[in-house]
């Protein structure tokens, strides 16, 4: 499958920030903007972003979360504010001048959309995409992470320790690809935890603690921002059931799919179910919002 081309822009936030951003596509097409796990990067994407079937039909923008990737680290708890998150993300909008964009998060990148409704009105976005979230890690939610996935995330928010760290986020890979339908090459999987690993620790502890309040997101579930949820039935991070059970009980437009074989990457191992999912999903909408 032949490569596509890139734009690649620096962007500065509100507060300085510097993030990293990139787009494929026609900017005539439907506006989605990707938002990655945890400790990683957009790089997770780049499979996507290479398949012509999501670069032919809508406009595809990922980037690099602050204190991840190519963008810039802020070290400290202030730079973790719900705010910043909005503010950076609204830099991406104004940047490659999207209007009303499709957001497809994965697993952690959906907090960063919580934090999107918490301090965005009006809701700048047409829809959101979840891909075995982690949104609502607060008390009186039930329990959305494994076991496996709770002891990685203590492990990462009570140490500095560069030792501890780092074999939480090998563990973290390991997890990510468990139960995996396709072969992961090695190459992949070392480029992953390199991405992760290059997050200083205190950095990391700092991200993973940050509080998230989804009670902006929940209304606007409640007056029908569409929702779609895609779990994996072999993810070894997420409660599946628990997810879809619980966002369902918020969003009175979604709907919700459990991709058969799927790891928490389902993404790269489903990539076909991913990606016929994801068209259907956004063009309906699209259609929707021409009909008015």
């Not at 506006?31 to 079937?53: K, P, Q, Y």
């Amino acid at each position: 499958m032949s490569s596509v081309s890139t734009t690649s822009r620096t962007l500065r936030s509100v507060d300085g920030t510097v993030i990293h951003a990139e787009a494929v596509g026609d900017h005539g097409n439907p506006h989605v903007v990707f938002i990655h796990e945890v400790t990683f990067c957009s790089a997770v994407f780049d499979e996507l972003f290479n398949d012509r079937r999501l670069a032919d039909h809508l406009y595809l923008v990922r980037y690099d979360l602050r204190c991840h990737g190519r963008s810039g680290i802020i070290r400290g708890e202030e730079g973790q504010h719900p705010t910043r998150h909005a503010d950076d993300f609204l830099a991406v909008v104004n940047g490659f001048r999207l209007h009303r964009p499709m957001i497809v998060a994965w697993g952690f990148g959906a907090t960063v959309v919580t934090d999107i409704c918490a301090s965005v009105s009006p809701n700048p976005v047409m829809g959101v995409v979840l891909i075995a979230p982690l949104s609502f890690l607060c008390p009186g939610m039930p329990q959305m992470a494994t076991d496996r996935m709770l002891a990685i995330t203590q492990a990462l928010r009570s140490s500095q320790d560069a030792v501890i760290s780092a074999r939480a986020k090998t563990e973290f890979v390991n997890g990510l690809f468990a139960g995996c339908s396709r072969h992961v090459p090695d190459m992949l999987k070392s480029a992953w935890l390199g991405h992760s690993i290059a997050q200083p620790p205190e950095v990391t502890r700092c991200v993973v603690s940050a509080p998230h309040d989804p009670s902006g997101l929940l209304e606007a579930g409640r007056q029908g921002l569409p929702l779609m949820v895609l779990v994996g039935s072999q993810d070894a991070l997420v409660n599946g059931s628990a997810v879809v059970g619980e966002l369902r009980r918020h969003f009175r437009n979604s709907e919700a799919h459990v991709v058969d074989g799927g790891s928490h990457t389902l993404f790269f191992d489903r990539q076909d179910d991913f990606v016929r999912l994801l068209l259907v999903f956004v063009g309906r909408l699209a259609v929707m919002t021409l009909m008015g």
